[in-house]
């Protein structure tokens, strides 16, 4: 058995343990000390009014403990950091800088917990992705999802990409919808209506055929844009329940070397079905590429929709279609009306008037 104790007894009793399972005697001036069992420790104990023991194992752990004290401190409070950082949320970010907007990161900063410097995510990440989903239902798409202390904010379509006209080309701007004229901007060219004046699909706006002072002629490229009132009619029908394959917020990313065309790497992507992304973030002299791929998971989603529901999700596509094609700060919807509603066993039906302030002008080049 092993001997764990370490035992005291005065120097009087030394004779009255012989035969006892002890090793390591000491003697100490009126003492006397020896290592023993705990079995042995207990007869002593019984057989001795005076004895002071006290376990080796324990006596070795607590001068450990007391000579690393700062160290093992200095570890609990490492490891209690790391796990704090781990659960932080250090920046928000959007995937596509051309979609950022304010409303939405306030609304995720919201959803955030502020202790000290850190922040860590209130409630469920799925959960405030979907709420995200119905309070900003104008996008085609939007999600949230998380990348190491990141979140990430995806938008889509960004309507801000669009495609600059060839300013070489003269020609002149014309309406591409009946709409009255509340404002325009002219910087090239003659302007051919004024404010508060009704106009047709297919009126002259801007003119791009200029005749100066000295009676000569010009043709050029009118640039400008004009502004007018729209009232149009919108007819949907929503299936009461819709099932479609979607991306479900979840996203990962790898980073991938390549030359010229050719990419060199193996996927760790996990995801059966998704789509990618690939983003250039490195490149030298147009030989040498560092590319990130984004892999954005896709799984089928069932949706059941109520009236509401329903008449929120084909509100949602006008503004959609609106946003898509928005050219210009000065164009929003004024409002959007519900005309007419029915409904049968599978689908509801849905007419709404819409009135919007939008550029009306659409660019025609000389034949």
Known sequence: MKKNYLVEMPIDDLSKISHKNISDLSINNDNFSFKTDKKTLNIIKNDFEYVYSQNICHKKLKNLISKH??????????????GIVSKTITEIVFLDETTYNEEVN????????KVGPFRFLRGDLNKIDSELKNV??????????????????????SFLDIQEEDSKK??????????IIKKYHLEKGIVMVQEDQYVKA?????SGDIVHYDNTFEQVHPLGYVIGEVLEYYEFTIEKVNTKT??????YYQDFWAIKNKTFGKSKNKFLEYDLETKTIFNLFNFFFVKRIY????????????????????????YKKFMKNKTNDNEKIVYIKLARYG???????FRFVVKSEESIGEFKPNS
């Open 69 to 82: 004290l700062i160290s093992i401190i200095g570890l609990f409070i490492f490891i209690l950091m790391i």
């Open 106 to 113: 306030k609304f995720v900063e919201d959803r955030l917990t």
């Open 136 to 157: 900003f239902y104008q996008y085609e798409w939007i999600g949230i999802s998380q990348k190491g202390t990141s979140l990430i904010i995806e938008i889509e379509p």
């Open 170 to 179: 003269s020609g002149s701007i014309y309406a591409k919808k009946d709409a």
């Open 202 to 206: 297919g009126d002259l706006l801007i």
């Open 246 to 251: 979607e991306r479900n917020g979840k996203i």
């Open 295 to 318: 892999y954005f998971e896709k799984e089928e989603i069932k949706k059941e929709y109520d009236f509401d529901s329903a008449k929120e999700y084909a509100m949602s596509l006008i």
């Open 343 to 349: 409904e049968d066993n599978n689908n509801y039906y």
